[in-house]
């Protein structure tokens, strides 16, 4: 299990990684060492001040939420199911109520995944292409969530 360091590591280098921006941009960015920034994205850093927190939220635009709130789900494992020659992924429980349907529905996502790039012979081409087309999917639908909570505001 990650440390709530760890937990803020990862957020922030996801976050990073999403606005491609590099560990030296995101160092200059907050006036930071590039060294501070790669301790920040491992978790060992233990101690750093608050107005630098709020800095990283709004360069990065990650939500407070996701700072606060625990809401990780971790992988407890991976199966390769060779007779239906599908890939069957274990998820943590803890504190999730519905990780049965999100199991089965991730499972689902993954295998129509593997399949689709089967019909192209899982060349590079086609595993980027599908792969960067079924993100920008997930990121369109993610926009029409915030669509919605910005209209019923």
């Known amino acids: ?3 709530p360091n760890e937990k803020l590591g990862f957020t922030i280098k996801k976050y990073r ?3 491609n ?3 030296q941009e995101l160092a200059k960015h907050l006036n930071v060492s590039v060294g501070f920034v790669n301790h920040l994205e491992h978790g060992k850093n233990n101690v750093f001040k608050l107005n630098l927190l709020m800095q990283l939220i709004n360069v990065l635009d990650i939500p407070l939420a996701e700072i606060i709130l625990d809401k990780s789900i971790q992988i407890n494992g ?3 199911n ?3 020659k599908k890939l069957e992924i ?3 429980n803890k504190g999730f109520n519905n990780i049965d349907i999100l199991t089965k529905e991730l499972n689902l996502v993954i295998n129509s995944f593997l399949e689709t790039i089967s019909e192209y012979e899982y060349t590079p081409e086609a595993i980027k292409a599908i792969s960067t087309h079924t993100v920008e999917e997930m990121k369109y639908i993610k926009q029409l969530k915030n669509l919605k909570q ?3 505001l």
């Open 90 to 92: 274990y998820l943590n």
């Open 1 to 3: 299990m990650l440390t």
């Open 78 to 80: 991976l199966h390769i």
């Open 17 to 19: 990684k999403a606005k």
């Open 21 to 23: 921006y590099s560990t």
């Open 82 to 84: 060779p007779k239906e």
């Open 150 to 152: 910005d209209t019923d």
